[in-house]
């Protein structure tokens, strides 16, 4: 079934409605003591821990999205549910991450957010929203159609002279981290700038709300680097905004990998723009 842009938009109107009350509820239990589960992840704490404001708002989210499935014949792929195959038989999937960023939200810093993808069977997003709790700043876009802030066309700012550096946190202690800011230093006007706090999702729009900004991850043969569910909302965001989201290589991001969910094999590479992402490249190799 091939979705057309009116559909899109009607199915991007349900994950923002669904994204905005997952938001609430995360806004709503902020405060509250909570348990910290584990399960299996990839080799940072980040992938590995969740708390049940997770799984309720993975509940509500699909909750709100199960109708979508019959209607227009589309799959599921979420972070707290087990992967059953089906975005491999269906023409499009929705990439759910309920809670992008447990790590911060545990916190109570600023860097989580809900961020609902839809992605069709080749790995192309064609919808992607984000919605950040802290301040109640909606980001969407339909592939096609453009990007959006607060349902406002969203263009990137003028370019600033500070590069701004954006990671995870676990980058900190990365036995390249040294090398990395030393080298981004020398692309950056004035002191290099550096944001390493937040989940993958808020990490991939603070990079269009700094530019020029990059945010990457090294290929590796562990299993990380980040799932689907955490960069197939922001890719389609950056690709209709004009920035740059694609492996480590240059290559197309792999959004429905089939013998994994997580994207170690070819990294990531997100960049405010292409030049920013050929000098990063350039530096680090």
Same mark, same amino acid.
């Given at each position: 079934?091939?979705?057309?842009?009116?559909?899109l938009k009607e199915l991007s109107n349900i994950a923002i409605e669904a994204a905005q009350k997952?938001?609430?509820?995360?806004?709503?239990?902020?405060?509250?003591?909570?348990?910290?589960?584990?399960?299996?992840?990839?080799?940072?704490?980040?992938?590995?821990?969740?708390?049940?404001?997770?799984?309720?708002?993975?509940?509500?989210?699909l909750d709100a999205l199960h109708p979508t499935l019959e209607k227009f014949d589309l799959a599921?792929?979420?972070?707290?549910?087990?992967?059953?195959?089906s975005r491999f038989q269906k023409d499009y999937f929705w990439c759910i991450d309920p809670l992008? #960023?447990?790590?911060?939200?545990?916190?109570?810093?600023?860097?989580?957010?809900?961020?609902?993808?839809?992605?069709?069977?080749?790995?192309?997003?064609?919808?992607?929203?984000?919605?950040?709790?802290?301040?109640?700043?909606?980001?969407?876009?339909?592939?096609?159609? #453009?990007?959006?802030?607060?349902?406002?066309?969203?263009?990137?700012?003028?370019?600033?002279?500070?590069?701004?550096?954006? $990671?995870?946190?676990?980058?900190?202690?990365?036995?390249?981290?040294?090398?990395?800011?030393?080298?981004?230093?020398?692309?950056?006007?004035?002191?290099?700038?550096?944001? $390493?706090?937040?989940?993958?999702?808020?990490?991939?729009?603070?990079?269009?709300?700094?530019?020029?900004?990059?945010?990457?991850?090294?290929?590796?043969?562990?299993?990380?680097?980040?799932?689907?569910?955490?960069?197939?909302?922001?890719? $389609?965001?950056?690709?209709?905004?004009?920035?740059?989201?694609?492996?480590?290589? #240059?290559?197309?991001?792999?959004?429905?990998?089939?013998?994994?969910?997580?994207?170690?094999?070819?990294?990531?590479?997100?960049?405010?723009?292409? #030049?920013?992402?050929?000098?990063?490249?350039?530096?680090?190799?």
């Amino acid at each position: 079934m091939h979705l057309n842009i009116e559909q899109l938009k009607e199915l991007s109107n349900i994950a923002i409605e669904a994204a905005q009350k997952a938001g609430q509820l995360v806004t709503e239990r902020s405060k509250e003591k909570l348990t910290v589960n584990t399960k299996v992840g990839g080799d940072c704490l980040a992938s590995q821990v969740f708390t049940e404001v997770d799984l309720a708002c993975e509940k509500l989210i699909l909750d709100a999205l199960h109708p979508t499935l019959e209607k227009f014949d589309l799959a599921m792929l979420t972070e707290e549910s087990a992967d059953d195959g089906s975005r491999f038989q269906k023409d499009y999937f929705w990439c759910i991450d309920p809670l992008d #960023g447990t790590l911060p939200f545990l916190d109570q810093t600023d860097g989580y957010s809900v961020s609902i993808g839809l992605v069709d069977k080749t790995g192309v997003p064609h919808i992607g929203v984000i919605y950040n709790p802290v301040d109640a700043t909606l980001y969407h876009a339909i592939k096609g159609v #453009g990007a959006y802030k607060n349902q406002q066309k969203w263009q990137l700012n003028t370019p600033a002279p500070t590069l701004t550096l954006v $990671c995870d946190r676990s980058f900190l202690d990365h036995p390249r981290y040294d090398e990395v800011e030393a080298k981004l230093n020398t692309l950056s006007a004035v002191q290099l700038k550096k944001i $390493c706090h937040g989940g993958a999702a808020m990490n991939a729009m603070w990079v269009l709300e700094n530019h020029p900004a990059t945010y990457f991850k090294f290929p590796k043969k562990e299993d990380g680097a980040g799932s689907l569910w955490d960069y197939a909302a922001s890719a $389609c965001i950056f690709n209709e905004i004009g920035a740059y989201a694609s492996a480590f290589n #240059g290559d197309q991001l792999d959004l429905n990998r089939p013998d994994s969910t997580f994207l170690n094999h070819q990294g990531i590479s997100y960049a405010s723009d292409a #030049g920013t992402h050929i000098k990063v490249r350039e530096l680090l190799g």
